[in-house]
């Protein structure tokens, strides 16, 4: 069974049985594990102390896995987010980000409680598609520095000799249990499987490779409730909200395309306004308690899915447990090697990435196919925001072309002499040229209808279009007139007012499939072919 069919297995129930509590638990477990050295990783990325990093996947995660839209998924620091942080850090100091993330928060609950959420329905197929490509390379890239260690003068340099070949042993075994446990048995989770056999390993041959305690110690105490230290000025806030109005669009972007795709492998639905608001109010409570923010993590939320977790509880416990390794493991989580959380990463990405993708991509429109490339290149080589922003344009302007090209029309002669148009295709700013070569001013009777019961007039440009085309039938002393117009399209004309001067007739009645004598032009494409 692959990655992305055991994810979608059916869960026979997701009432709190105690089988159904240690599948939870122990996923919570396998989360907290992993997210150690991601949280220590990205608050070095953001250049603050790994505690910053840490205590923030711990309240991003239980305000999230309590209040969040969808349960199963998981929140914490992410890399995302600590790219853009570090600039802030480096010439304003911790401070500032602490009360960035506060006001990140805040526009984040704004967010959702306006129900902006709901857009995301708005991010088509491929863009989806490109952000799992792209933040499954992402992640393994992540990882790849964990194969470089100092080089003596203050730099990295990647592993060699027998160093090199121990990382990749482990890696791979990792791999191999986390492959092969689930076609043994579903009652362990393989990855936290896989973490505790190599471990055991390591520790029982006294094999000499890097730890989580070779990153950065993890202990520490219960975090205290601090106001960010920063001056109450405009100044502050010209400086502070650049940075939170990015931060919280690549949050909600990454936590909402994250919601999106557990929802797709777990046969369920999410409340994105709800997860909005759930991630705002989790920055604002990190801010004030030092913490760095956060969103959705994909990688994180892949191995609890994977995992067999369909509940809140695994995202509370996860938190919960990572608390507790702060505060009383800080000395057994340190023992663990990287070389198992990476294996761990690696079966994330393999399970991540969309491989179907590769195989449709001479199947789908080439529109689409370039989506998936670029979304996934801008992705690696940019930030998400960026990439889901540059998708969904390039998606909204190919639909653009595609529909204007449609605009067509059947010509016919109804019984009182006039030449009717029989309009096909929504009337848009893209149409709108088609549009106006649609028409024989010169030659056509002192009476013209456009008939629009296939048609929409969708926007301005449709409105001043059409004014257009009847100012210059009047200009030859011939009048234009509409029939069938929907409701909204007659809204939208008595809202123009005075714009458009056309007499708009009453529509016959529906049950007459045709009422112009049935003369249309024999000579024109039944098909309603393209005029352009």
Same mark, same amino acid.
């Given at each position: ?68 839209? %969808? ?43 306006? %129900? ?65 446990? =689930? ?5 362990? =989770?393989? =990855? ?81 306004s709800r997860e909005c608001l759930a991630q705002g109010a989790a920055n604002v409570v990190t801010g004030f308690f030092g913490g760095m923010g956060g969103c959705a993590m994909i990688g994180q939320s892949m191995i609890n899915v994977k995992s067999g977790a369909r509940t809140r ?23 663990? =090697? ?67 090209? %449609? ?102 009645d529906y049950e007459v499939a045709v009422d112009y004598g049935n003369k249309f032009d024999k000579n024109a494409d039944p098909k309603a072919s393209p005029a352009s």
């Open positions: 069974m692959t990655a992305r069919a055991e994810a979608l297995a059916p869960v026979t129930s997701t009432k709190l049985t105690p089988s159904r509590i240690k599948i939870e638990l122990l996923a919570g477990l396998t989360v907290a594990l992993a997210l150690v050295p991601e949280a220590v990783a990205f608050a070095f990325v953001a250049g603050v102390n790994p505690l910053v990093g840490l205590y923030a996947a711990f309240f991003i995660g239980i305000i999230t896995a309590c209040f969040g839209g %969808r349960p199963g998924m998981i929140s914490g620091a992410t890399g995302a987010l600590a790219v853009v942080m570090v600039t802030l850090v480096a010439q304003h100091g911790v401070e500032y980000l602490f009360a960035t993330v506060v006001l990140m928060g805040v526009i984040q609950v704004v967010v959702g409680l306006m %129900r902006w959420g709901k857009f995301i329905r708005m991010v088509p197929h491929p863009v989806m598609l490109g952000f799992v490509n792209g933040l499954a390379i992402v992640i393994f890239l992540a990882q790849l520095g964990q194969f470089k260690v100092p080089d003596g003068a203050g730099g990295l340099t990647w592993m060699t000799g027998s160093d090199l070949y121990l990382m990749l042993g482990l890696v791979a075994l990792t791999m191999a249990v986390i492959w092969f446990l =689930p076609r043994l048995t579903g009652a362990f =989770p393989a =990855p936290l499987a896989g973490i505790l056999v190599v471990s055991a390993i390591v520790l029982t041959f006294g094999l000499e490779t890097r730890s989580v305690g070779d990153l950065a110690s993890i202990a520490g105490g219960l975090p205290a409730f601090h106001i960010p230290m920063v001056p109450l000025t405009w100044e502050t806030f010209e400086i502070i909200l650049p940075y939170a109005v990015i931060l919280s669009a690549i949050g909600l972007i990454e936590s909402l395309l994250t919601l999106n795709l557990v929802a797709d492998l777990t046969n369920t639905k999410g409340g994105a509880l695994s995202g509370i416990s996860a938190a919960l447990f990572l608390l507790s390794f702060i505060l009383f493991a800080a000395p057994l989580i340190e023992q663990i =090697p990287v070389a198992a959380l990476v294996g761990v990463m690696f079966m994330v990405v393999i399970g991540t990435f969309a491989w179907a993708s590769l195989k449709i991509m001479h199947k789908i429109p080439l529109t689409d196919a370039l989506v998936i490339v670029i979304v996934t290149c801008v992705t690696v080589y940019a930030d998400l925001a960026v990439a889901v922003v540059v998708g969904v344009i390039i998606s909204a302007l190919a639909y653009a072309w595609n529909a204007a090209s %449609r605009i067509s029309a059947r010509t016919g002669i109804s019984k009182e002499g006039w030449k009717v148009y029989r309009l096909s295709g929504p009337l848009f700013f893209g149409s709108t040229t088609g549009f106006q070569d649609l028409f024989d001013i010169q030659n056509d009777p002192d009476d013209v209808v456009i008939d629009f019961i296939d048609s929409r007039v969708v926007d301005h440009s449709g409105l001043e279009v059409i004014d257009a085309v009847a100012s210059k039938y009047e200009a030859a002393g011939k009048r234009l007139h509409l029939r069938h117009l929907s409701k909204d399209c007659q809204r939208l004309l008595e809202k123009a007012g005075n714009l458009v001067e056309v007499s708009v007739l009453e529509d016959p």
